[in-house]
């Protein structure tokens, strides 16, 4: 049974940083994708960026430079390092795991935490 749950939300300025953690029990997929997605109210849920367990990272185009994507494999955790914060950064944040394909893509994901809150004040 796999189990997500996220910590590290929080209120923070503009400009400001944060980091997202992910504590990870079990792994249903021996190659894996380690996502991590936002949604802000009244809008879709939409993708950050994941990590794979080759520990290759994808990014959205929206956080490019800004926001990094790691992996603790000793602590099972996986972080979300969050730089130069904007007002559309905020949300609830998920992390998320899913298979990775046989081209090392992440198209899904089952199973999710239950989010931690980000507010960024301009």
Known sequence: QVQLVESGGGSV?????????CAVSGYS???????????????????VGAIDSNAS???????????????????NTVYLQMNSLKAED???????????????RCLSFGYWGQGTQVTVSS
């Open 90 to 104: 905020a949300g609830m944040y998920y992390c998320a795991q899913g298979p990775m394909d046989d081209r090392g």
């Open 57 to 75: 990272t994808s990014y959205a185009d929206s956080v490019k430079g800004r926001f990094t994507i790691s992996e603790d494999n000793a602590k």
């Open 13 to 21: 300025q503009a400009g400001g940083s944060l980091m997202l953690s």
């Open 29 to 47: 997929y021996s190659t894996y994708c380690m996502g991590w997605f936002r949604q802000a109210p009244g809008k879709e849920r939409e993708g």
